[in-house]
């Protein structure tokens, strides 16, 4: 079974400049999530998708951040303008969605550094 | 707000020894996940507790879970260097995941 994919691993950008990254989860994952981990601290949700609808965003910055599941299947996460601050890993996860056993799984990254 | 919390936060032990890292949880929580994550790399599922009670055990780490305490504790025994990485636990509540602060563990020869 292939895990979850993102793209790209590595990404450095100057401040103000717009980024993108890109997600393809587990098929058959409903639910994927987008999380910013920051060196030295745990994972971050940022959002949550339940198929291509947000069933949570209370923590993304959107005035800089925006995401879309247009399909309910691969993700793209966007920054613009990109801040020094949000040099962090991006770490993107997908699982069935529900009941009793939902486990996430995470895909390897992207870590994005704001010079 | 949940919070998630975990002891300690760095934990530098020898081989061979045994111990013990803390999750703590501020509300009650469907269930609860215990991940590694090596250097550069991403999280790995180790266990997942979903009840009172449940104790889970692979290798040479055991978890466990104590619901009425909000306690979740990873034990670690007889280390080695192989064992060394971040470790994090996670509850979950409303389909929502939500990480502690991690737990650096690094065995020395």
């Known amino acids: 079974e292939a895990g979850v994919a993102q793209s790209p691993r590595y990404k450095i950008i100057e401040k103000r400049q717009s980024v993108a990254f890109w997600c393809n989860p587990i098929s058959g994952h409903a639910t994927l999530y987008w999380y910013q981990q920051i060196l030295g601290q745990g994972p971050k949700l940022l959002i949550q998708f339940q198929n291509n609808g947000v069933v949570d965003d209370s923590q993304l910055p959107k005035d800089r951040f925006s995401a879309e599941r247009l399909k309910g299947v691969d993700s793209t996460l966007k920054i613009q303008p990109a801040k020094l601050e949000d040099s962090a890993v991006y770490l993107c996860a997908s699982s069935w969605g529900g009941g009793l056993n939902t486990e996430a799984f995470f895909g390897q990254g992207t870590r994005l550094t704001v010079v | 707000e949940l919070k998630v919390e975990q002891n300690p936060l760095f934990l530098s032990m020898q081989e061979g020894k045994n111990y013990t890292i803390y999750c703590n949880y501020s509300?009650?929580?469907?269930?609860l996940y215990w991940y590694r994550q090596d250097p550069g790399k991403s999280l790995e599922s180790l266990f997942v507790?979903?009840?009172?009670?449940a104790v889970k055990q692979e290798g040479r780490l055991m978890a466990s879970l104590d619901t009425k305490a909000r306690l979740s504790t990873l034990h670690i025994t007889a280390a080695v260097h192989d064992l060394s990485a971040t470790y994090f636990c996670?509850?979950?509540?409303?389909?929502?995941?939500?990480f502690g602060t991690g737990t650096s563990l690094t065995v020395i020869p």
């Open positions: 509300t009650t929580s469907d269930r």
């Open positions: 507790l979903l009840s009172n009670g």
């Open positions: 996670a509850v979950i509540r409303g389909g929502q995941f939500y």
